[in-house]
Nanobody, 124 residues
Framework: QVQLVESGGGLVQAGGSLRLSCAASARTFSNYAMGWFRQAPGKEREFVACISRGGTGTRYADSVKGRSTISRDNAKNTVYLQMNNLKPEDTAVYFC?????????????????WGQGTQVTVSS
């Protein structure tokens, strides 16, 4: 069983930055590929970014590419999402997710463990 706890969300003006963190309780965190997803009010949950077990492989949604960076620190059992030049359309609850294995997935049903989410609100 893996428990995930997100933090770092908040209210920010358009053009600002936030760094989200996700702390994992996994015994061997480095066995898990990690992903970030988001869900805006009235919309389906969507993929944001994912990172491989060792951190060398990443993928991004087109909507955040060039503005966001996913990274991980396996010694701290933590994955991060640095978001820059935030836009009002980035407003959503952001979730981190984990899946054991080497493959990167961009679909939410491929992930086995989920955090409770952290709210990001971007004002215009």
């Amino acid at each position: 069983q893996v428990q995930l706890v997100e933090s770092g969300g908040g209210l920010v003006q358009a053009g600002g930055s936030l760094r989200l963190s996700c702390a994992a309780s996994a015994r061997t965190f480095s066995n898990y590929a990690m992903g970030w997803f988001r869900q805006a009010p009235g919309k389906e949950r969507e993929f944001v970014a994912c990172i491989s077990r060792g951190g060398t492989g990443t993928r991004y949604a087109d909507s955040v590419k060039g503005r966001s960076t996913i990274s991980r620190d396996n010694a701290k059992n933590t994955v991060y999402l640095q978001m820059n030049n935030l836009k009002p359309e980035d407003t959503a609850v952001y979730f981190c997710a984990a899946r054991e294995g080497a493959t990167l997935f961009v679909v939410d049903y491929s992930y086995d463990y989920w955090g409770q989410g952290t709210q990001v609100t971007v004002s215009s």
